[in-house]
């Protein structure tokens, strides 16, 4: 641990404005505490007319994180809201002591019908396309184990997705002998300038080369290693053009951006709701377009083309339909998809466009800032803003493939400075044959200007300390 904290310490930057409660905003403002499903409370005191930054200090305000660190690793996992933490709170207790019937404070069975009917609409979906997971992993897990993949079969994927998909890839590639493709996906290092069409155009090589052998195209919507936004509906609109399923790694877009399920076409979508979405642990969300209807005509097969391995109720999975064979893997945490729920429709109140906005605008804030105070640094996502996202990728030395360094450096950071963020890894290219490594930094809407800028300041000093 370095104590090397000569002329900043934590304590200044803190001071400086970073993480600082914010004087003038009394938790008494939002003084009511909010029932089970309703968040009456925080929507009151968000509603009114205020400037933006007044909005985003009092949306700050709504946070229960530990104001002697800047938190800037939601991508590894978010915060609950202060007042679906209390509910969620009091929910567990009613389920402590009423283990039976939970008091019915959950509707009838199967007990989350009132949830999804809730939130649905923020993502663009129907009630029965919904399914409140456990998590991306979850999500990911029970499509592509529940495809009937034979020997032959192609899935295209990409050379930057999470373990969360690629394990479950493997694992139909060893049952099934199903080839896995790999799609490179360019990286953004400031040499040159990228555009949406250079992340189309391997797909389009791909599907050119592997035709009608492709039977589902998996892709992350973010891909964690980079944080670059992929060109999600166009790239659904291409498969759509083959005939080929979509299922996306949607982890980091949930709470992040301003979804529209219906919009994007996809087949199927695995999101986190303990991430951006700051739901409770162990919830995500899982989308299945209209009763996963389109993979028969995609992939016509005499035999069922997806199968529920992650259910009670497989067995009837015709009678009840693929949501609520989905949903129903036994008993379940209904206070955390509850809290997943209150969350959700507090980012609705908020408005799912306006926080999308102000994520962005954080992240090229941090992007500007880190160009401008650090510029021997390398930006390994484009500031395009259309290919950008919540996540900023950056290594602020020379030698991109020293990952201890880049550790030390994020231990430094959070230890000295209070800062927390996270390291990340990936290979530039298919076949490079070291890892590049960068700092991964999360913007949300607990952020603000000084989170961005302090932490960019505290980079600059460690950075001239560690080179
Ligand atoms: C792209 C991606 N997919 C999946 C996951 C796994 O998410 P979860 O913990 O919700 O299963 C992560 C976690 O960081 C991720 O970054």
Same mark, same amino acid.
């Not at 709470?255 to 087949?267: A, S």
């Not at 986190?272 to 899982?286: E, F, V």
């Not at 390994?380 to 602020?396: A, D, I, K």
């Given at each position: 641990?370095?104590?090397?904290?000569?002329?900043?310490?934590?304590?200044?930057?803190?001071?400086?404005?970073?993480?600082?409660?914010?004087?003038?905003?009394?938790?008494?403002?939002?003084?009511?505490?909010?029932?089970?499903?309703?968040?009456?409370?925080?929507?009151?005191?968000?509603?009114?007319?205020?400037?933006?930054?007044?909005?985003?200090?009092?949306?700050?305000?709504?946070?229960?994180?530990?104001?002697?660190?800047?938190?800037?690793?939601?991508?590894?996992?978010?915060?609950?809201?202060?007042?679906?933490?209390?509910?969620?709170?009091?929910?567990?207790?009613?389920?402590?002591? !009423?283990?039976?019937?939970?008091?019915?404070?959950?509707?009838?069975?199967?007990?989350?019908?009132?949830?999804?009917?809730?939130?649905?609409?923020?993502?663009?979906?129907?009630?029965?396309?919904?399914?409140?997971?456990?998590?991306?992993?979850?999500?990911?897990?029970?499509?592509?184990?529940?495809?009937?993949?034979?020997?032959?079969?192609?899935?295209?994927?990409? !050379?930057?997705?999470?373990?969360?998909?690629?394990?479950? =890839?493997?694992?139909?590639?060893?049952?099934?002998?199903?080839?896995?493709?790999?799609?490179?996906?360019?990286?953004?290092?400031?040499?040159?300038?990228?555009?949406?069409?250079?992340?189309?155009?391997?797909?389009?090589?791909?599907?050119?080369?592997?035709?009608?052998?492709?039977?589902?195209?998996?892709?992350?919507?973010?891909?964690?290693?980079?944080?670059?936004?992929?060109?999600?509906?166009?790239?659904?609109?291409?498969?759509?053009?083959?005939?080929?399923?979509?299922?996306?790694?949607?982890?980091?877009?949930?709470?992040?951006?301003? =979804?529209?399920? !219906?919009?994007?076409?996809?087949?199927?979508?695995?999101?986190?709701?303990?991430?951006?979405?700051?739901?409770?642990?162990?919830?995500?969300?899982?989308?299945?377009?209209?009763?996963?209807?389109?993979?028969?005509?995609?992939?016509?097969?005499?035999?069922?083309?997806?199968?529920?391995?992650?259910?009670?109720?497989?067995?009837?999975?015709?009678?009840?339909?693929?949501?609520?064979?989905?949903?129903?893997?036994?008993?379940?945490?209904?206070?955390?998809?509850?809290?997943?729920?209150?969350?959700?429709?507090?980012?609705?109140?908020?408005?799912?466009?306006?926080?999308?906005?102000?994520?962005?605008?954080?992240?090229?804030?941090?992007?500007?800032?880190?160009?401008?105070?650090?510029?021997?640094?390398?930006?390994?996502?484009?500031?395009?803003?259309?290919?950008?996202?919540?996540?900023?990728?950056?290594?602020?030395?020379?030698?991109?493939?020293?990952?201890?360094?880049?550790?030390?450096?994020?231990?430094?950071?959070?230890?000295?400075?209070?800062?927390?963020?996270?390291?990340?890894?990936?290979?530039?290219?298919?076949?490079?044959?070291?890892?590049?490594?960068?700092?991964?930094?999360?913007?949300? =809407?607990?952020?603000?200007?000084?989170?961005?800028?302090?932490?960019?300041?505290?980079?600059? !000093?460690?950075?001239?300390?560690?080179?």
């Amino acid at each position: 641990m370095s104590k090397d904290t000569s002329k900043f310490n934590r304590r200044d930057f803190l001071k400086g404005g970073a993480g600082v409660a914010v004087a003038g905003i009394s938790s008494g403002l939002f003084s009511n505490q909010a029932q089970a499903s309703d968040l009456g409370g925080a929507s009151s005191r968000l509603s009114g007319n205020h400037s933006d930054d007044r909005f985003w200090r009092k949306v700050k305000n709504e946070f229960t994180l530990n104001r002697r660190s800047v938190y800037m690793n939601v991508g590894t996992t978010g915060s609950m809201p202060k007042d679906v933490l209390k509910d969620y709170d009091k929910n567990n207790k009613i389920v402590a002591e !009423h283990p039976w019937d939970m008091d019915n404070a959950f509707g009838s069975w199967p007990y989350v019908n009132d949830m999804i009917a809730a939130i649905a609409p923020g993502f663009g979906a129907n009630t029965d396309e919904l399914v409140l997971s456990r998590n991306t992993t979850d999500g990911m897990a029970s499509i592509i184990n529940g495809l009937d993949f034979k020997e032959g079969d192609v899935i295209l994927s990409t !050379h930057h997705e999470h373990i969360g998909a690629t394990s479950s =890839l493997y694992t139909v590639q060893e049952r099934f002998g199903v080839e896995i493709f790999d799609v490179e996906l360019p990286v953004y290092t400031g040499e040159r300038e990228l555009t949406v069409e250079d992340y189309m155009r391997p797909f389009r090589q791909a599907i050119r080369r592997f035709g009608d052998r492709i039977k589902l195209m998996v892709f992350s919507h973010i891909p964690y290693k980079t944080g670059t936004t992929l060109p999600a509906k166009k790239l659904c609109r291409l498969a759509r053009s083959h005939r080929i399923p979509t299922l996306i790694d949607g982890a980091h877009t949930i709470g992040m951006l301003n =979804l529209d399920f !219906h919009d994007l076409d996809c087949d199927f979508y695995a999101g986190s709701g303990h991430k951006w979405q700051c739901g409770a642990g162990a919830t995500g969300i899982l989308y299945i377009r209209d009763n996963a209807s389109r993979l028969e005509r995609f992939w016509p097969s005499d035999r069922r083309p997806l199968y529920f391995v992650n259910s009670s109720l497989a067995a009837s999975a015709d009678y009840y339909g693929a949501q609520l064979v989905s949903q129903y893997v036994g008993h379940d945490n209904y206070p955390a998809k509850q809290a997943l729920t209150d969350s959700c429709k507090m980012w609705d109140e908020i408005g799912r466009q306006r926080i999308e906005d102000r994520v962005l605008d954080l992240s090229a804030l941090c992007k500007e800032e880190l160009a401008d105070k650090i510029p021997e640094g390398t930006l390994f996502t484009s500031p395009r803003r259309e290919l950008s996202s919540g996540l900023t990728t950056f290594n602020p030395f020379s030698d991109w493939t020293n990952g201890e360094l880049l550790t030390e450096f994020r231990d430094r950071l959070r230890e000295d400075y209070g800062y927390i963020i996270r390291t990340t890894d990936f290979h530039i290219h298919k076949d490079s044959t070291e890892s590049t490594y960068a700092l991964r930094i999360s913007t949300h =809407l607990f952020h603000d200007e000084d989170d961005v800028k302090g932490l960019v300041k505290a980079m600059k !000093h460690l950075a001239r300390q560690m080179s």
